[in-house]
C-alpha cells in the first residue's frame, strides 16, 4: 500500500493563507510601530527637561569640562603618553554616557512614568502589540542617539578644534561600538523601567544609578587613575566598555597602556556588551508589564 504525502489543494490553500496572515501580521506590527516611533520622538523633543537632561547634557559637560581644565593648554596625564587638549581627552567619555543616558536613562524614567501614570494600562486595553510599542520606544532611542553624537562632534570639531579620527578602522570601530551600546543601553533601561513603584519615584531610582556608573566608568573621572579596585568594579556594568571603545577610536594609540591590560581590548569590549546585550532582553522580556505585577 503506498503512501501519498501530497496536500490537497485546499490544505495548500489554507498553509497559503495562514503564510499571508503571518506576513501581514508581521507588515502591520512593523508599520504600527514605526508610527508609535515617529510619535515617541515628537513628545521627545517637546519636553524641555528630557531635552536638556539625555540630549543636550553631554555636549554642555564637554564644553564645562573643555573651558574649565583646560585653560593651561594641553594636558598628559600620564609619563610615556602625548599631551592632548581636555576636549579631545573627555569626548569618548561624554559619547558613550550620550548613550547611556538616551537608552537606559531615558526608557527606564520614561517607561516607569507611562506605567504610574496609568498610560500603560491604558495602552494595554487597545490592539496596540508590545512589539509595536517597542519598536516605537527604541527607533526613537536610535534617532536621538545618532543625532545626539552627531551633534557632540560637530561641536567638538567647529567649537573645541578636536581632530577627529580619519582611518575607516576608527570608524567601523565606533559604528559597532556605538549600537552595541545604544541597544544594550535601551534594553537594560526597559529592564530598569519595572523597579520604581510610582512615577514620582523614577527620577531617584534611576538617575542616582546612571550618575554612579559614569563617575566609575571613565566619564567624568580618567579611568586609569581610579583604584584599581573601583576599575575592577567598574568593568562589571557595560558603560566602562562602552567607553573603552570610544577611548580606542578617538584617543592616541599610546593611551591604550592605560587601559587595566595595557591594551584596548575591543574583543573584551564586544563580549561585554554582547552579553550584557542578552541579558538585557532577557530581563526586559521577563519584567514588562503594562501594569506593575503587584498593582
Known amino acids: 500500500m503506498s503512501v501519498t504525502t501530497d496536500r ?9 493563507g495562514r503564510g499571508i496572515r503571518s506576513s501581514a501580521r508581521r507588515r502591520n506590527l512593523l508599520a504600527v510601530g514605526l508610527w508609535r516611533a515617529r510619535f515617541e520622538l515628537v513628545q521627545y523633543f517637546r519636553s524641555g527637561d528630557t531635552l536638556f537632561f539625555t540630549f543636550l547634557f553631554p555636549i554642555f559637560m564637554l564644553g564645562l569640562f573643555s573651558v574649565a581644565f583646560g585653560s593651561d593648554g594641553d594636558v598628559q596625564v600620564a609619563p610615556g603618553v602625548p599631551a592632548i587638549s581636555m576636549a579631545e581627552l ?6 558613550a554616557a550620550g548613550l547611556l543616558l538616551s537608552g537606559f536613562q531615558n526608557l527606564a524614567m520614561d517607561i516607569a512614568v507611562e506605567r504610574g501614570e496609568g498610560m500603560l494600562k491604558r495602552l494595554g486595553g487597545t490592539p496596540l502589540s508590545p512589539v509595536s510599542y517597542f519598536i516605537g520606544k527604541i527607533g526613537q532611542v536610535l534617532v536621538t542617539g545618532v543625532l545626539q553624537a552627531a551633534l557632540l562632534l560637530l561641536f567638538a570639531v567647529t567649537v573645541l578644534d578636536v581632530e577627529l579620527p580619519t582611518s575607516v578602522e576608527s570608524w567601523t570601530t565606533f559604528a559597532w561600538v556605538f549600537v552595541l551600546g545604544i541597544t544594550t543601553s535601551a534594553l537594560l533601561g526597559v529592564a530598569l523601567s519595572s523597579v520604581p513603584r510610582t512615577a514620582k519615584s523614577a527620577t531617584a531610582v534611576v538617575v542616582p544609578i546612571a550618575l554612579a556608573l559614569q563617575f566609575v566608568s571613565g566619564v567624568y573621572l580618567t579611568f586609569s587613575q581610579l583604584p584599581e579596585w573601583l576599575q575592577n568594579l567598574a568593568g562589571l556594568f557595560p558603560l566602562k566598555w562602552m567607553a573603552q571603545g570610544m577611548r580606542a577610536v578617538f584617543l592616541p594609540d599610546e593611551y ?8 584596548w581590548n575591543l574583543a573584551g569590549v564586544a563580549i561585554a556588551l554582547g552579553v550584557w546585550l542578552v541579558v538585557g532582553l532577557v530581563l526586559s522580556r521577563l519584567t514588562f508589564r503594562w501594569i506593575r505585577r503587584d498593582a
Open 8 to 16: 490537497t489543494p485546499r490544505e495548500r490553500s489554507a498553509t497559503a
Open 90 to 95: 573627555y569626548l569618548p567619555g561624554m559619547l
Open 256 to 263: 591604550a597602556a592605560l587601559e587595566q591590560n595595557g591594551e
